[in-house]
């Protein structure tokens, strides 16, 4: 199986959430119950270093994943109940890193019903190798999530 360390980030109108995301055995990602919340003032080192916290914390191969707490962590950390809640005014990307290649991408936020319900890829992708100054990785998270809508 192949490894890479994913997060997924959301923009909110005051804050980012940054959250660790491991992926299934089988292929597929899992949001975990590790979650850092920041303001979006936050310079790029600092946002560039909690990345690569969550970076690191991401696992590959996994079997099982108690999925109601790290629903209850969101929840806590964001103070918004419901996936409505969440998804209003937000903006959502997620960051791979796989052999020191980093690939960052974009989404378009449909909502929570109809045939364009939830977070979808956009075509664009920010793509970047591992950076000689680490606050190129904020940099170009916030370009990304410029790019989402």
């Known amino acids: 199986m192949k490894h890479f360390d994913r997060v997924g980030i959301y923009e909110y109108p005051d804050k980012y959430v940054i959250v660790t995301i ?8 899992m949001q975990t119950d590790q979650i850092s919340v920041t303001s979006k003032d936050i ?4 946002l560039s270093e909690l990345i690569l916290k969550h970076l690191a914390l991401s696992k590959s191969g996994v079997n099982y994943f108690d999925r109601e707490k790290a629903k209850k962590e969101l929840i806590k950390v964001t103070g918004l109940k419901t996936l409505k809640a969440q998804m209003t005014n937000s903006k959502y990307i997620s960051v791979n890193r796989n052999n020191g290649i980093y690939s960052i991408g974009p989404t ?4 929570t019903s109809g045939p364009k319900k939830g977070y979808h890829f956009t075509k664009e992708k920010i793509e970047f190798n591992e950076p000689e100054k680490i606050t190129e990785i904020g940099i170009n998270v916030k370009k990304g999530l410029e790019l989402s809508k």
Do not use: C, I
């Open 22 to 29: 491991n992926t299934w055995e089988q292929g597929g990602g």
């Open 43 to 46: 310079d790029n080192l600092e």
């Open 108 to 111: 378009v936020n449909g909502g």
